[in-house]
């Protein structure tokens, strides 16, 4: 949350929209809302909203440490797993 914004938003609207966001970018599009339902969802003071599945694109990054023998200390390396997603695109 923007400390800087006029009016903050409270913690469950931010956890909303982020709710939101995650149903926009599912791996299938015809799981996705439409926009009527994304703005219905978002300007409903309690939506019912549904679990998110699987995002379309996804990669997790995992925090390894690795010895540095020339100098006997750790340092912490982010290592990113590379997945591919090819997505066709198709109108509804």
């Not at 400390?3 to 996705?32: F, K, N, W, Y």
């Not at 978002?42 to 998110?52: F, I, K, V, Y």
């Not at 996804?58 to 982010?78: A, I, K, M, P, Q």
């Given at each position: ?73 750790f340092r912490n390396t982010y290592t990113m797993m590379k997945d591919v997603t090819i997505t066709t695109v198709q109108g509804r």
């Amino acid at each position: 949350m923007d400390a800087l914004m006029e009016t903050p938003a409270g913690t469950s609207e931010l956890l909303r929209c982020i709710h939101v966001g995650l149903l926009c970018v599912q791996q299938r599009p015809e799981d996705r809302p439409t926009m009527p339902s994304v703005v219905l969802m978002l300007d409903s003071e309690n939506p019912t909203l549904p679990q998110p599945k699987q995002p379309g694109f996804y990669s997790e990054r995992y925090l390894t440490e690795t010895d540095s023998s020339s100098t006997g200390t750790f340092r912490n390396t982010y290592t990113m797993m590379k997945d591919v997603t090819i997505t066709t695109v198709q109108g509804r």
